[in-house]
């Protein structure tokens, strides 16, 4: 599979006193790049080759998607349960964790020194949404969080993205007193900054999956809703 890497100097920060008392943290790890609807797989290999830069990035992806159709938890290289991404992880080594998501998640302490996994709803420019109802269902990898107050635009929110607008700009909104999180997927080298408000309400909404030949659980969201799997780094 033509499996993209997005090569640069990457890091892991485990100093959990520094994420606890930091306006912002990130630990920044490697994007690799879905092919097909290998989101999911595309974000643990991320993770993999964040705890050891020496894996080749292909055999990673590949290994990964030939255990997860052994497994019989995938067809095409889907998950579409946070347990199913679990038991892929356990089986990778990575030893996850599933844990409950809510707006008051303590989002520091989480990411201190792990990174999160959960699916969310992306809408056309990947943001996230709740207009689709989970047939737009793609993993998320969560790297860190800002609590500085982040000033957007619309004109960055069509992009997918909260970015500081120029001074220039004539749809500046107030500035956001919320909690945003660092995130990246299989479907973009850009890192994102997003409301984690709006991503667990995009989250919530993930009820039906898109029409295909998936491997899909009865109880679709049940299996995503409120939860995510944390790995340590």
Same mark, same amino acid.
């Given at each position: 599979?033509?499996?993209?890497?997005?090569?640069?100097?990457? &890091?892991?920060?485990?100093?959990?006193?520094?994420? *606890?008392?930091? =306006?912002?943290?990130?630990?920044?790890?490697?994007?690799?790049?879905?092919?097909?609807?290998?989101? $999911?797989?595309?974000?643990?290999?991320?993770?993999?080759?964040?705890?050891? =830069?020496?894996?080749?990035?292909?055999?990673?992806?590949?290994?990964?998607?030939?255990?997860?159709?052994?497994?019989?938890?995938? +067809?095409?290289?889907?998950?579409?349960?946070?347990?199913?991404?679990?038991?892929?992880?356990?089986?990778? $080594?990575?030893?996850?964790?599933?844990?409950?998501?809510?707006? @008051?998640?303590?989002? %520091?302490?989480?990411?201190?020194?792990?990174?999160?996994?959960?699916?969310?709803?992306?809408?056309?420019?990947?943001?996230?949404?709740?207009? &689709?109802?989970?047939?737009?269902?793609?993993?998320?990898?969560?790297?860190?969080?800002? @609590?500085? =107050?982040? +000033?957007?635009?619309?004109?960055? *929110?069509?992009?997918? *993205?909260?970015? %500081?607008?120029? =001074?220039?700009?004539?749809?500046?909104?107030?500035?956001?007193?919320?909690?945003? /999180?660092?995130?990246?997927?299989?479907?973009?080298? +850009?890192?994102?900054?997003?409301?984690?408000?709006?991503?667990?309400?995009?989250?919530?909404?993930?009820?039906?999956?898109?029409? $295909?030949?998936?491997?899909?659980?009865?109880?679709?969201?049940?299996? /995503?809703?409120?939860?995510?799997?944390?790995?340590?780094?």
């Amino acid at each position: 599979m033509g499996w993209g890497l997005h090569k640069e100097i990457s &890091y892991v920060n485990r100093d959990i006193e520094l994420a *606890r008392g930091a =306006p912002f943290f990130n630990h920044h790890l490697p994007v690799v790049l879905q092919h097909g609807p290998t989101c $999911g797989i595309a974000a643990l290999s991320s993770i993999i080759l964040a705890k050891d =830069p020496n894996c080749d990035h292909v055999n990673t992806a590949n290994s990964l998607l030939d255990a997860a159709l052994d497994m019989d938890i995938s +067809i095409q290289g889907e998950l579409m349960s946070v347990w199913y991404m679990a038991k892929l992880a356990e089986w990778a $080594g990575l030893n996850p964790q599933v844990v409950d998501l809510t707006p @008051n998640t303590d989002i %520091p302490k989480l990411l201190a020194d792990s990174v999160l996994l959960m699916i969310y709803d992306k809408d056309k420019n990947n943001a996230p949404t709740t207009r &689709y109802g989970g047939e737009h269902a793609h993993w998320l990898l969560v790297t860190g969080f800002s @609590n500085q =107050p982040v +000033i957007s635009s619309q004109t960055n *929110r069509r992009k997918g *993205r909260l970015l %500081p607008p120029s =001074p220039r700009s004539k749809d500046l909104q107030e500035p956001q007193n919320e909690v945003h /999180v660092f995130a990246q997927h299989g479907k973009s080298r +850009i890192r994102q900054l997003w409301s984690w408000r709006e991503i667990l309400d995009s989250n919530d909404s993930v009820k039906r999956a898109k029409s $295909g030949n998936y491997h899909v659980p009865e109880d679709f969201h049940g299996h /995503v809703a409120g939860r995510g799997i944390r790995i340590k780094l």
